[in-house]
């Protein structure tokens, strides 16, 4: 047999059946095309999908914040103003835009928010308060070219129709700087109270940046390009994005299609929550640009293989007689090893969701943290009082209070029925009292069936009416199983008797417990119990101690209280609420004092649960932490002094005029502890350090420049040539001219 016919006859059917796969081929190519395109616009809108679904969730909060604004007290003031603002509801505007301000640190979708009202001209945003907002819109808030009335009735009236309105060229201030906002679009809703009755005369608008809608919906690669509109209920068009945004009104009745000759592919979804209808026009430029890529790669993959198979033909023809399992052996190194799918995008999408719940989770843990820890200052200064008058007046600060303003302190305990019971008959007493009461109401909860409560008093209120009133609010309940017993302490008009008037409340409350019927009772002279030797010395003695880290000493001071509660039980066990909160706000006071985090410590747990001896004893740890940080810092800083030092000697060497005086005074230590930083760092005195600086300058600068020995002396820092020379002779051995000539041989 003819070698050459029979390698022509098997190359032939060989290459026949190529060809055959290589036709086979074209079909699977065409439908791997229309599977991969049909794929990309499925999954742009599943995307588009979800980014509503985003949008939706916004409002959503957007609503909540406005119901929850409905309940507001200062708003509800502000809202029954007519015309002009009367001079003592300024401070209500300030409460206002501090409560705007706060919402915006968590909920930041929104780039500002405000508050308008038809009664009167009242501004509130997050930033600003104007109490005419005629004279505030032009200068710190325009849109376009509208005046003051026309934006104020488009805002009025856009409720009635949409609460979603579209704007363009908005300018305002925010964070101390101005903003402009090209596109916009504005959330209003009409802010009213939970019953949902009364006239519709404040409005909260939302500004939400296009920009951010724009990023919100769209994917990165086609922001550019893509058309985007966005209709209300009623079909206006409220928002649009991109140059010919306007094509899109031509595809109103589809969801998927085509538009522009081919040049879009519009996607259509309505928000469930928001009621807004989005329609993306994705230019199809993206789509085929991945489509062409998708495609080179198959054909690359198609020439390489029908190359690949042609070699192979060829080879499998004249090596035809070859063992089987060695060809299979061959071809088996040319097929692809199959892996397994994975969608990406579901995993992108889990991803995300995670990543949001874990920061909303966050968030919400550090404004807990964040309250327990106001709540505890304030608890420890109704138990103690005030540590000094900077605390005293921080105090009034925060809280908007004038010192001489004269206050009650209450404290509200609930019995009987069950935990859960008691506690939430608590809650509502003390809940009646913040919207009822007409003066400021401080209130903390040191356990879950007691309040304490300081409430301002006005000069024309008497104690008969507040204790009638609050007898009212304690038999205004449905739970008969739980009582309640208020004690008022006596009218106070100093704010450093405010531990006092706290006492005073408790003891009122401890005479009357147990009677299983509401009361309501003011202080009287027979509740107080004699004052221990306890005092206020023994919390400064800490606060000192504290101060300088002195452990043995502070473990000695609770030993004493040890041995002397032993003397005195019943008296030390009744104030041992009084003597944890004391000394927990003296700790508090050194930690601000030594620049300590201030951590929350357990209050939870009610004290009663614990002895005297188990609340000394996490106090004493308490403290030794302290000390082990203050510790700590002062070596930091000792460290760093060191660093400080040594890197000022070698920046200041070259002046003649330097010396220890000088150097402790610019560094702002003393000359001794310089002395002796600078023996630990170095093990050298200062002057012979010095002298080594200036040595080594020299010896650097007469090896590698031709300066002359005077300017070398000069910029040396030694003031003159003949201290150069002699200084250098003594560290070298030569003067400097033979050190250098020896150098340079």
């Known amino acids: 047999m003819n070698e050459k016919k029979v390698f022509k006859k098997y190359l032939a059917r060989y290459l026949l059946v190529m060809l055959v796969v290589v036709f086979c081929c074209i079909p699977f190519g065409a439908v791997t095309y229309r599977y991969i395109r049909d794929y990309t616009i499925s999954n742009?809108?599943?995307q588009l999908e979800e980014n509503v679904k985003e949008i939706d969730s916004q409002v959503g909060k957007m609503h909540m914040v406005v119901t929850m604004m409905g309940e507001d007290s200062n708003l509800l003031d502000l809202k029954r103003?007519?015309?002009t603002l009367p001079g003592k509801r300024f401070l209500y505007m300030k409460y206002m835009r501090d409560r705007l301000f706060e919402i915006h640190t968590i909920y930041d979708f929104s780039s500002m928010s405000f508050l308008l009202f038809t009664n009167n001209p009242i501004f509130v945003s997050a930033s600003q308060v104007d109490d005419d907002f005629y004279d505030y819109y032009g200068k710190f808030l325009t849109c376009g070219d509208m005046d003051a009335a026309v934006f104020r009735n488009m805002i009025v009236r856009a409720v009635d129709s949409s609460p979603y309105l579209g704007v363009s060229d908005l300018t305002y201030y925010g964070s101390q700087r101005k903003i402009h906002l090209d596109q916009a679009l504005f959330y209003i809703e009409s802010v009213e109270s939970r019953t949902g009755v009364g006239?519709?005369?404040?409005f909260m608008t939302f500004i939400i940046d296009g920009q951010k809608i724009i990023n919100t919906l769209l994917p990165e690669d086609c922001r550019a390009t893509a058309l985007l509109q966005?209709?209300?209920?009623?079909?206006t068009v409220v928002f649009s994005g991109g140059e010919n945004a306007d094509l899109l009104l031509q595809n109103e009745s589809s969801r998927n299609g085509t538009l522009n000759k081919g040049q879009y592919q519009v996607l259509t979804y309505k928000g469930k929550e928001s009621g807004l209808t989005f329609t993306v026009g994705y230019p199809m430029a993206g789509v085929h640009k991945q489509l062409e890529y998708m495609v080179g790669l198959i054909l690359l993959y198609l020439i390489v293989g029908c190359l690949a198979?042609?070699?192979?033909?060829?080879?499998?023809?004249?090596?035809?007689?070859?063992?089987?399992?060695?060809?299979?052996?061959?071809v088996a190194q040319y097929q692809p090893v199959p892996e397994e799918i994975v969608n990406e995008y579901d995993y992108i999408r889990d991803s995300i969701l995670k990543l949001v719940s874990d920061k909303d989770e966050m968030e919400m843990k550090m404004l807990l943290a964040d309250t327990q820890k106001q709540a505890i200052l304030l608890e420890s200064i109704f138990m103690k009082g005030f540590y000094g008058e900077e605390a005293k007046q921080e105090f009034c600060s925060k809280y908007s209070l004038n010192p001489s303003d004269s206050y009650y302190m209450v404290e509200f305990r609930a019995e009987g029925g069950d935990a859960s019971g008691r506690q939430r008959r608590v809650f509502e007493m003390v809940e009646a009292l913040q919207k009822g009461y007409q003066g400021k109401v401080l209130a903390v909860y040191p356990g879950p069936d007691k309040s304490y409560a300081m409430l301002t008093a006005k000069a024309d209120m008497d104690d008969e009416t507040l204790k009638r009133n609050l007898t009212y609010m304690a038999e205004d309940t449905d739970n008969d199983q739980v009582t309640v017993i208020v004690g008022i302490s006596?009218?106070?008009?100093?704010?450093?008797?405010?531990h006092t008037a706290c006492t005073q409340a408790r003891h009122t409350v401890r005479a009357y417990r147990r009677r299983q019927i509401n009361c309501v009772e003011f202080y009287k002279e027979n509740y107080e119990v004699k004052n221990s030797s306890f005092h206020s010395d023994t919390m400064q003695k800490l606060y000192d101690m504290l101060l300088s880290a002195n452990k043995s000493s502070i473990q000695e001071l609770f030993a004493d209280i040890q041995k002397e509660s032993h003397i005195q039980p019943e008296l030390?066990?009744?104030?041992?609420?009084?003597?944890?909160?004391g000394f927990l706000f003296t700790i508090h006071s050194a930690c601000q004092q030594l620049e300590l985090p201030i951590k929350d410590h357990d209050t939870e747990q009610d004290l009663n649960d614990l002895s005297l001896e188990q609340c000394l004893n996490r106090l004493l740890q308490i403290c030794m932490e302290i000390c082990k940080k203050a510790d700590s810092k002062k070596d930091q800083k000792k460290e760093d002094q060191k660093q400080q030092l040594v890197a000022y000697l070698e920046h200041n060497f070259s002046r003649p005029e330097l010396n220890a005086i000088m150097a402790s005074e610019e560094l702002g230590i003393s000359e001794k502890y310089l002395y002796a930083l600078l023996k630990e760092q170095t093990g050298r005195t200062f002057a012979s350090y010095l002298e080594d600086l200036r040595i080594q300058f020299a010896r650097q600068h007469l090896e590698e420049t031709d300066w002359s020995n005077e300017k070398i002396a000069q910029e040396s820092g030694f003031g003159s040539t003949n201290s150069f020379y002699r200084v250098f002779k003594k560290q070298?051995?030569?003067?400097?001219?033979?050190?250098?000539?020896?150098?340079k041989e």
Do not use: C, M
């Open 44 to 46: 742009s809108l599943n």
């Open 81 to 83: 103003v007519h015309g």
């Open 199 to 202: 006239e519709k005369n404040a």
């Open 230 to 235: 966005i209709q209300d209920r009623t079909g």
């Open 309 to 330: 198979a042609f070699l192979f033909t060829i080879g499998w023809t004249w090596h035809w007689f070859k063992p089987f399992r060695r060809v299979l052996t061959e």
């Open 490 to 498: 006596k009218r106070q008009t100093d704010l450093e008797n405010i």
């Open 572 to 581: 030390y066990e009744f104030r041992k609420t009084e003597i944890y909160y």
């Open 732 to 743: 070298t051995g030569v003067s400097p001219s033979v050190y250098r000539k020896n150098r």
